[in-house]
């Protein structure tokens, strides 16, 4: 009998505790049903399963000190073929508490596992042998197709969830004994275990169908209280539309009556601004004209004192030389002072005139307050200020005319006397009473400017009256263009609650269609209850082949059950997914079970 290569022994026996560990740590995870912490035995095992996968064939290296065989070496390697790894090394490098390689080495396993990607690094080393040749014998278990089949037995392991803390654990002083205990069982505990297992799923069945049943009532309770809801929610928009209804009738009227309101407000201010603008025109004419005449005699006045006051300059010195003649001058004086009173007596009645103007344009400004009737007596006070203008002129004239006889009087008596000085007194006497009568004149001159500067303001501000009265009229014509937009978004609005009663009434329908079929759905699940009860759930222990394609279950065809009729399936045979009465999310159902709910949906299709 030929005898056997004893690392071909060590690869085989590594291979089968590799499988082990894998497997059991797999089953283990699942029945756990949570993360998994660093004291899980099954675990530590996995990592020293590990440890002597990767020890056996390395090579030793020596150093000056000592001989060096550690694992870090090759798994340091992998930052150069796996970019993604470097995060991993640099995190190992930075741990404070690891001193030695094998300590790294450990961490960098542990960390490799929490990422899910062990299998992928090691990938990356076994298909690079050039390179690992540097640190492992030719006959070693990573040179070999036993490399390969451990990593692809690393690949399950992406289903467990584990969360290790590296930084409190010593991983340099660790002992990597493997522990045989755990994985030779006895008859007895595989026993206890199955009955452990079938009252666990008997159990797990019962709460299910309490859930589901508890659900079922649950959702019945809300769409009763949803179709209460929906119905007083109903019976309120009904409310609602009539009283709507009748707020857009009112709204119609009170458009109408503002419609009419408008258009008489329209005429009227139409017929005021007709009027107002003509009116305003006629007195802007009359302004201007009595504007020319007053420039064009002020005009004359200035002309005239000019000229005057260069004869009074003349007079005064020729008054010096005959200062002997005053007394005799003093009597003449006496004579112009009669006429002087006289002529004042005519200013005070041409001021008192001026005055009553003054009260009529009074008289004018509250007129045109008052109304139309006001205007109509403007016109009037206008042409008696004109009547009065022209009797002011007449005056004047008058008064030219008395002084010229005043002056041929001076003039005879000068003459009778001595002609020289009473010539020259009488020019004195005649250029002092003109200089006097022109300074009157200007101040009658800028008294009636005055007054024409006030008829014009009260003027200005009857047309800015006007001006408020349009911008009134303006706002109450846009106050109803805004009636108008709220009147069309109310039509809106109305028109909007038809279509929510509408959707609501065809909502209240489909409620109803939804109710028959949740009663219809209830009873389907009573009878699959009944059914469930009936039902065996199969164990995985005791199915080996596909019930279907009767083909054997392995790592890589995995055990599926049907969540219908509770046999186990491989992946292929039980793909399907439908909700079933018990669940209503779909769930993985076997191609039997998926045709005959299929026949029955069909079949209970009107």
Sequence with gaps: MATKDPTAVERANLLNMAKLSIKGLIESALSFGRTLDSDYPPLQQFFVVMEHCLKHGLKVRKSFLSYNKTIWGPLELVEKLYPEAEEIGASVRDLPGLKTPLGRARAWLRLALMQKKMADYLRC????????????????????????????????????????????????????????????????????KERNVQITAILDQKNYVEELNRQLNSTVSSLHSRVDSLEKSNTKLIEELAIAKNNIIKLQEENHQLRSENKLILMKTQQQLEVTKVDVETELQTYKH???????????????????????????????????????????????????????????????????????????????????????????????????????????????????QAEKAQMEAEDEDKKYLQECQSKSSSLQKQISQKEKQLVQL?????????????????????????????????????????????????QQLKKVYHEQEQALQELGNKLSESKLKIED????????????????????????????????????HCRNCGEIFCNACSDNELPLPSSPKPVRVCDSCHALLIQRCSSNLP
């Design 125 to 192: 080393l076994i298909i690079q042998r050039d390179l690992l040749s540097e640190f492992y014998e030719y006959h070693a278990l990573m040179m070999e197709e036993e490399g390969a089949v451990i990593v692809g037995l690393l690949v399950g392991l992406n289903v467990i969830d584990a969360n290790l803390c590296v930084k409190g654990e010593d991983l340099d002083s660790q002992v990597g004994v493997i522990d045989f205990s755990m994985y030779l069982k006895n008859e007895e505990d595989i026993g206890n």
């Design 290 to 404: 009595s504007r020319q005449g007053l420039d064009e005699m002020y005009n004359e006045a200035r002309r005239q004192l000019r000229d005057e006051s260069q004869l009074r300059q003349d007079v005064e010195n020729e008054l010096a030389v005959q200062v002997s003649m005053k007394h005799e001058i003093e009597l003449a004086m006496k004579l112009l002072e009669k006429d002087i009173h006289e002529k004042q007596d005519t200013l005070i009645g041409l001021r008192q005139q001026l005055e009553e103007v003054k009260a009529i344009n009074i008289e004018m400004y509250q007129k045109l307050q008052g109304s139309e009737d006001g205007l109509k007596e403007k016109n009037e006070i206008i042409a008696r200020l004109e009547e009065k203008t022209n009797n002011i002129t007449l005056a004047m004239r008058q008064l030219e005319q008395r002084l010229q």
């Design 446 to 494: 800028e008294t009636d400017l005055k007054i024409e500067k006030e008829w014009r303001q009260t003027l200005q501000e009857d047309l800015q009256k006007e001006k408020d009265a349009l911008s009134h009229l303006r706002h109450e014509t846009q106050q109803i263009i805004t009636l108008k937009k709220e009147f069309l978004n109310l039509q809106d609005e109305n």
């Design 525 to 560: 699940i009573k009878e699959a209850n009944k059914a469930l009860q009936g039902m065996v759930w199969l164990k995985d222990k005791e199915a080996t082949h596909c019930k279907l394609c009767e083909k054997e279950f392995s790592l890589s065809k995995r055990k599926h």
